[in-house]
């Protein structure tokens, strides 16, 4: 890189470490003027938390930041706003009783004797969405209106400001294809007024469609930044997914019996947008295969999981569990009917975290005969279970069973869970994410667990994020892209996996159900 | 006619409590920051006026320039409240304690407070402390005869400072809430603290002027409910910091329909007081202690209104939890 | 390797906390004490601290009222551990105390009949804030005080129009107060059961504190014991992994709030059966709902612990009175105002304190964190050994809102769930 080029915003070396992990390693990111760029990686990549660091929410222990080449310090997002950095937030950060029209004057009101002068930023806001084509309704509440108008008031919040540098955190993953393409060429008409932008996302055709460069995370690290105009998808999907740590589990071949799980056109509404979030998704589950959701974040399989489970209501769609109805029983009927879940989210689901370690254990079946006499706990069978359970599946604590579950490691108490739901014996184990946060031990472990439940003939269905574990795991991928499936294989390269991930490449249905 | 009159003075004089008490909450909600020591900030509020107002009263100067005593006796009030609501911010917003059960030690505190005061000051077992009678304001301050007639009744018979400050403090509140960039911040605070915040809006500190509003404006509402009650002092104010509370939610946490839920609620507590000598209301034969049965009419009004209202309540989104500039 | 069990620790960090709160409450209303009048002070302060144990008679007053306020107590204990504020106490033990008297005076009925009866009638009174969070997502407090004030009302109101329930159809000449038990039902005052001649002939003591006992030992054994405490303490930690067990929160709040105003009723007619007190047509809602909410937080809602901390309650609340003529017994309430502060952010002060405690304990046994075992077969040896401590690190940056929430995260949630 030659000293003669405009950079607007350099990233220079930048380290940010959270408590045991480093987010963030010796990254270094140069924004050019009037430049899209790319910011492109896996879930926890680290693209958040940098840039959380440039606009002032997280301050970086190493590197430094430089505008228009002087050094600055961003302590905080006023800092960032009088540097002229913007930032379209990814769960929008809008007042809902408010106007629009509040929402974008928020901090930067005029006064005029003490009162407010709304008259000249409703010009000026009217001016820059004529300006831009971004169609906004000043007087409408936020809360009537639609998530498409919401992302644009967050951006004319960033232009009313005045910033000259836009970052845009996920700005596509709530939008339709037809607001997708709108904000495209907003983000083209930003560019040709000379501002900068910052777009981070995974989707591989959006960053072909509207970028300029594109710089790529991978696991906290830089790995590079090329020019759209010189790569390929391929190029971008390698740099993002990485070939360097593959693990291979020695795996038989697997014996296929009944169907387990039948899922018949699912739809499950969104908690975040108008949108459903599941859109009549179909699919098999069969004894002694695991079958694997692959996916980015955010593409439907919470509310998929949560629709199966009974967390949520389905809006349509059928569920079978070894051929009974299930679509509207409920979790412990679910639960009584041989469906065991790890959850996604250990400690808002997973576990009751101020319970010891004994009740985490029982908390799917403290109800049995078993553990209970007339509504009264049995409480030296749950110690015995408990015992079994912890010795059978090396669940490690301070004090055993009766260890608060709070204060336990995450690998033992995923662990824990995992011995709850196994032990279940169940026909078929829904596993989200289940080796999230932890470390390479752990992991290799919770995969060992879920080849044998395979092994003894169990349905196992695998929801992840990542692609190490899904090639690894999985006996047939099941590519979930915006609620749908779209694609369906039992074998398949990295790069083709991520395209279809990306949803730069589909199969229709017919197609993947051959 | 002079009973309308009589009933109007009254269901004016104690709505002013009502109303300003209900507004200090509005500012607190709309923080984000449940204000539910109202009723232990009136307390204390009006324990420092009534020694304000005992002192000017032994000190002759009462008698002298009553009005002048009587808006320092105000504003000791109100700033005895904010000190006291001060104790709930630092635990609400610093700590990020329960704002409940804080809420709940300031309501314990007062009234003890106030009868050790009052113990202390006036001697043993007198509980009660009286307030002086010139405090009224009369038609002589206007240059008018004293007289007995309707509009004499209506406006004279129970006449303090409080009604007009009231009415100013009315309009002030409507203004700041809806027309001052401070009443813009204030509401972001309590709606999403997080929105705020991001857009450089100190959260804590939005809070902070919440919660000391609340406590200027219940402290004022405390001398205001000793007034019209008009038997002294007595380290109680009957519950009408709860009250307000009922009235701010009635209110729908919004000024002018709060000034309307004052009225309402206040009215029902002087047809309680009254329902003998009204004419027009129904007489249920043979039932004794009917005022009981008015005094409890607001309260099952509000949770009627409360199921109705709950889907889609107006309650401040972010009220009662703890605002952390860490988590996003 | 860590020889002291935590669980014991934590036991003493609540107690240790309670000591602190007391602690404080003492010494800060004997500063109040000395600065209002430094001539009495001392024997202001001495009255209070040690009245209670002066003479049988006092003692037998301590343990009289210490039964209603036990129950109180294990009533806002009980809902606590659901994750309800229950702040209507008072208006359900007002409605307990009002059945019990009516079953008393006006039905004639023996004594244990009056205390079903307002164990019934707080219960009823219960149900209100808890159907009206489950059904209509109210807040429970606001429920609960708009409740205490109906309850108050419709108690004078009815008391009003039962002539046969006031004093003044009994020979005596008020009627603002309900009849003297003695004289209109001896058999509905609870028994002393020879308690009385071993506290001196004392006025004020049966065996109420006996039955408010066993009512702490039943609580702590629907808590501790059996499936349905399980699931309301599951509730009350975190509704959304209770749901995700399969259990249906919102009938377990309402359960809880009934379970709690019925203790809370109980404690209204142990209080008003004892034929000491009448019932006096009030103006204001009654104190000793109110005073429970200080003897649960004390107790950390430990229905144990409750029996401890209602007595230490009644006990200097026995020693404020006789502080006057010097101080006013509402002295003794400025002590509990403090405690309650205290208690507001106590549990977060103790989450500090524990979290500090663990990362000593952690560091101390190595390697791998807070391991008892070193069970090394497998193939998960990597798992556990070294990394865990680690992995707990990554974990929490996974997610920071659940760092920030720390140990009140249940509490959290619950806020959450109210403003939606």
Redesign the interface.
């Known amino acids: 890189m030659t000293v003669a080029e405009d950079f607007v915003i350099e990233m220079l070396h930048i380290t940010k470490v ?4 480093k ?1 963030n390693d010796d990254i270094t990111l140069q924004l050019k003027r009037g430049e899209i760029h790319a910011l492109l990686g896996e879930n ?1 990549a680290g693209k958040s938390t940098l840039m959380s660091v440039l606009f002032g ?1 997280y301050q970086a222990e190493q590197g430094t930041i430089k505008k228009d080449g002087k050094e600055v310090q961003i302590k ?3 800092d960032a ?1 009088r540097l002229g950095i913007g ?1 379209v ?1 990814q ?1 929008f ?6 106007s629009v029209l ?2 974008i ?5 005029d ?1 005029k004797h ?3 002068q709304k008259d000249e930023a409703r010009k000026k806001v009217m001016a820059l969405s004529e300006k831009y084509g971004l169609r906004v309704e000043p007087d409408a509440l936020v809360s009537d209106i639609s998530v498409g108008m919401q992302q644009r008031v967050e951006i004319l ?1 960033m232009l009313y400001r005045d910033n000259e540098i836009l970052i845009f955190d996920e700005p596509t993953a709530v939008l339709t294809p037809q607001e997708i393409k709108e904000l495209m060429e907003i983000m083209r008409g930003f560019k040709a007024e000379g501002k900068s932008i910052l777009f981070i996302t995974h989707k591989l055709s959006e960053i072909m469609a509207v970028a300029d460069r594109c710089s790529v995370l991978r696991k906290g690290k830089y790995i590079g930044t090329v020019d759209i105009a010189d790569t390929t998808r391929e190029e971008l999907s390698r740099m993002m997914v990485g070939r360097d740590v593959e693990f291979e589990i020695d795996k038989k071949s697997k014996n296929v019996g009944d169907v387990i799980l039948s899922v018949k056109d699912m739809v499950v509404a969104s908690k975040a947008h108008n949108n459903n979030a599941v859109k009549g998704v179909s699919f098999d589950v069969h004894a002694g295969e695991i079958v694997c959701i692959a996916g980015i974040e955010g593409n439907g399989q919470t509310e998929l999981v949560y629709g199966l ?1 009974g ?1 949520e209501p389905l809006k349509s769609g059928t569920i079978e569990l070894c051929g009974r109805d299930i679509t509207h029983a ?4 679910r ?1 009584k009917a041989g469906m065991s ?1 790890i ?1 996604e ?1 250990r ?10 370690l004994e ?1 985490n254990l029982v ?2 079946r ?2 049995e005969p078993r553990f ?1 006499n007339h ?3 049995k ?1 030296a069978e749950v110690r015995t279970y408990a015992e079994g359970l912890i ?1 059978k599946f ?1 669940v ?5 069973p ?3 579950a ?7 108490q995923q ?1 824990a869970i995992i011995a709850r739901e196994i032990d279940k014996d169940p026909q078929l184990l829904i596993a989200v994410q289940p080796t ?7 992991i ?2 919770i995969h ?1 667990q879920l080849i044998e439940e395979r092994d003894k003939g169990r349905a196992v269905l695998l929801i992840s994020l990542e692609l190490d574990e899904v090639r690894s795991l999985s006996d047939r991928i099941l590519v979930i892209y915006e609620g749908e499936i779209v694609g369906d294989f039992d074998s398949v390269a990295m790069e083709e996996l991520g395209l279809y991930m990306a949803g730069a490449k589909r199969k229709d249905r017919k197609e993947a159900a051959s | 006619m002079s009973i309308l009159a009589n009933i109007i003075s009254l269901t004016i004089v104690f709505a002013v409590p009502l109303m300003l008490v209900a507004l200090g909450g509005m500012y607190s909600e709309h923080s984000g920051v449940i204000n539910l020591a109202l009723e232990g900030i009136m307390v204390i509020g009006a324990l420092c006026a009534c020694f304000t107002l005992q002192a000017f009263d032994t000190s002759g100067f009462g008698k002298v320039h009553p009005q002048i005593a009587m808006l320092v006796a105000i504003i000791v009030a109100a700033v005895t409240g904010m000190v006291f609501s001060l104790l709930l911010a630092f635990a609400a917003i610093n700590l990020k304690a329960d704002q409940t059960i804080g809420g709940t030690a300031l309501n314990t505190f007062a009234p003890a407070f106030a009868v050790v005061m009052t113990w202390a000051i006036q001697g043993q077992g007198l509980t009660t402390i009286q307030i002086p009678s010139w405090i009224r304001i009369t038609q002589e301050n206007f240059g008018l005869e004293p007289g007995k007639g309707f509009w004499d009744m209506l406006i004279f018979k129970y006449f303090y400072l409080t009604t007009p400050i009231a009415i100013v403090l009315f309009f002030a509140a409507w203004i700041l809430m809806y027309k001052t960039k401070f009443g813009l911040r204030l509401r972001a605070c309590g709606e999403h603290p997080q929105a705020a915040d991001s857009v450089g809006i100190n959260v804590y500190r939005m809070r902070y002027a919440g919660v000391l509003i609340s406590g200027f404006l219940a402290g004022i509402g405390g001398i205001a409910y000793t007034i019209a009650v008009g038997s002294g002092f007595n380290s109680s104010v009957g519950g009408y910091g709860f009250l307000a509370l009922a009235v701010m939610i009635f209110g729908n946490w919004k000024p002018v329909q709060i000034l309307g839920s004052a009225v309402f609620f206040a009215l029902f507590k002087v047809i309680a007081a009254y329902n003998s000598s009204i004419p027009f209301l129904p007489k249920f034969e043979g039932m004794k202690d009917q005022s009981s049965l008015y005094q409890m009419l607001p309260y099952i009004v509000t949770m009627i209104v409360l199921i109705f209202t709950s889907k889609h309540s107006q309650a401040p989104k972010a009220e009662g939890i703890p605002y952390d500039k860490g988590s996003r | 390797m860590n020889k002291k069990p935590l669980a014991e620790n934590q036991m003493l960090l609540t107690i240790l906390a309670s000591v602190i709160s007391i602690a404080a409450g003492l010494i800060f209303g004997s500063v109040l004490l000395m600065i209002l009048n430094p001539a009495k002070a001392g024997i202001g302060i001495s009255a209070m601290l040690t009245t209670g144990f002066s003479s049988m008679d006092q003692f037998g007053k301590v343990l009289y009222q210490s039964a209603p306020l036990m129950l109180c107590g294990l009533s806002v204990g009980f809902a606590f551990k659901t994750g309800m504020f229950n702040i209507g106490a008072t208006g359900q033990y007002t409605i307990g105390a009002f059945l019990a008297l009516v079953g008393a005076i006006a039905f004639q009925l023996p004594w244990w009949a009056c205390l079903l009866l307002s164990l019934i009638g707080g219960a009823v009174w219960g149900i209100f804030p808890g159907l009206f969070k489950a059904l209509f997502n109210v807040n429970e407090v606001i429920t609960s005080i708009m409740f205490n004030w109906i309850g108050m009302f419709l108690v004078n109101l009815l008391l009003a129009n039962m002539p046969i329930m006031l004093a003044s159809a009994w020979g005596a000449s008020n009627s603002d107060r309900t009849a003297n038990l003695a004289q209109a039902n001896p058999g509905a005052v609870i028994p002393k059961g020879g308690l009385d001649a071993l506290f001196g002939n004392s006025s004020w003591i049966n065996i109420s504190v006996f039955i408010a006992i066993i009512f702490a030992v039943i609580c702590w054994f629907i808590l501790e014991k059996t499936t349905f405490g399980y699931e309301l303490k599951a509730c009350g930690y975190n509704k959304e992994s209770a749901r995700y067990a399969g259990i249906n929160a919102n009938r377990n709040i309402v359960s809880s709030m009934i379970i709690a105003g019925a203790l809370s009723g109980l404690g209204g007619g142990l209080y008003y059966l004892a034929g000491t007190i009448q019932y006096v047509l009030e103006k204001k809602t009654l104190a000793m709902g109110f005073n429970g909410i200080p003897v649960a937080l004390l107790a950390n809602s430990n229905p144990i612990g409750t029996i401890f901390s209602s007595l230490f309650i009644s006990y200097i609340q026995v020693g404020g009175s006789a502080m006057q003529p010097n101080f006013s017994s509402e002295s003794t309430d400025i002590i509990i105002a403090v405690i309650i502060y205290l208690a507001a952010f106590a549990l977060l002060m103790k989450g500090v304190i524990q979290r500090f405690l663990e990362s000593k304990i952690a560091r101390k046994s190595d390697p791998g964190a807070g391991e008892t075992k070193n069970d090394t077969s497998g193939d998960a040896t990597n798992a556990a050994s070294g990394a865990a401590a680690e992995d707990a690190a990554a974990d929490e940056a996974d997610d920071p809102e659940d760092v920030a929430a720390g140990p009140e995260s249940g509490a959290a949630e619950d806020a959450g769930e109210v403003e939606k």
């Open positions: 959270f408590p045991g992990i987010a926890g929410l905080d997002p006023n706003n930032m937030h769960h950060k809008l007042v809902e009783c408010f509040d929402n004057i928020l901090g930067v009101e006064t003490g009162f407010l919040k489970t967390l409920t979790i412990r009927e639960s879940h959850p989210d400690h808002k689901h997973g576990l009751v975290l101020d319970y010891t009740q908390l799917q403290y109800w209970q509504g009264i706990i409480s010795e090396d490690r604590s301070g004090q055993g009766v260890t608060t709070r204060s336990m490691s995450g690998g033992n662990k999230r946060g932890l470390d390479v031990g752990a290799e472990y060992n």
